[in-house]
Nanobody
């Protein structure tokens, strides 16, 4: 079966950093585009960052310059390094894998930015 498991979330102070990771299994990882989404309470899920199968990256304006998405194909993992965190970054962060018409989602990991 396909599994995507996020980790690395938690409570961090404003200005701090977190590194989220998504471990995958059951897919040919190198063929998939990988993305991070987030959803705050009462808000729509929004795209945070994307990395294509060939390593191209795209970021939402809200995190551009503060975040880096990367992939480690031999380890079948994708990560999101987040720096200079703000309270408005508080959300559940989800990992997604996409190849052609197949999408898979992780269960999410909570990120809370608060003093």
């Amino acid at each position: 079966q396909v599994r995507l498991v996020e980790s690395g979330g938690g409570l961090v102070q404003p200005g701090g950093s977190l590194r989220l990771s998504c471990a995958t299994s059951g897919i040919i990882f190198s063929a998939y585009a990988m993305a991070w989404y987030r959803q705050a309470p009462g808000k729509q899920r929004e795209l945070v960052a994307v990395i294509s199968s060939n390593g191209r990256t795209t970021y939402a304006d809200s995190v551009k310059g503060r975040s880096t998405i990367s992939r480690d194909n031999p380890k079948n993992t994708v990560s999101l390094q987040m720096n200079s965190l703000k309270p408005e970054d508080t959300a559940v962060y989800y990992c997604k894998a996409r190849y052609i018409n197949s999408d898979y989602w992780g269960q999410g990991t909570q990120v809370t930015v608060s003093s």
